[in-house]
């Protein structure tokens, strides 16, 4: 369970979140929506401890996440197991000189065997179908095949929760109905997912219950997923739609 108390964020001079209070139980499927700019990137990197909010609390599996207690090695590590990231934009997240060391990294980086290592990332590639692109450089990648490389480099780490930040950004119709599918089956092999997402009409099915972000940087609306989607007024009053 994360649960997050009155968290604010901003970037130097930069209001990005306000007063934000969520509690997110184990094995739920929550959708982030709202304007460019409202702030859900911001929220899944303070989720991610890539960020620490100004103010306000952030607790994850009933522990204080804290500035001090990330930088520690060993909890980082454990936490990260815990806990995976697909960035918005795919070229924060790829480093590596070719796509099998790629999502090789996080199962290195936590001691794993190199056999365990080929069985994970080998599983991992044909699940996303990125077998072919083992070899190639992330980074003259398209676009589309950025992005299965990094949902496998989090998938591999078989994380408890996962935070997707625009997942379908890129991808072609098929992969988009692919993912669609990941995701519910994610969901119902009882992993939590959190996933912003600009594009309703391939996500309706995945989640339960959806959080709204407003141009001011608060929560506007956390309810049920369907109730919401066909509350056409609400999202267009909010400039979603
Ligand atoms: N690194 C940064 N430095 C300064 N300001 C930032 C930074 N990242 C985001 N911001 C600002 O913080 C606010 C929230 O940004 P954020 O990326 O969280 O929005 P978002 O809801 O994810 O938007 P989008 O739908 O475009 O992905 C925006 O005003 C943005 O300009
Ligand atoms: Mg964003």
Redesign the pocket.
Known sequence: MLELKDVSYS??N????KNINITIEDGEAVAFI??????????MKLINGILVADSGQYIFNEEKITSSKLQNNTFSKNFHKKIGFVF?NSETQLFCSNVYDEIAFGPRQMGLKEEEVKIRVTDCMELLKIEKLQDRAPYHLSGGEKKKVAIASVLVLNPEVIVF??PMNDLDPKTKRFLKELLINLNNAGKTIIC?T?EFEYVSGIFNRVIV?SNE?IIIRDDEYEKVLSDRDFLFENNII
């Open positions: 970037y130097k930069i209001k990005a979140l709202g304007p460019n700019g409202s702030g859900k990137s911001t929220l918005q930040d625009e912003s600009h972000f940087h």
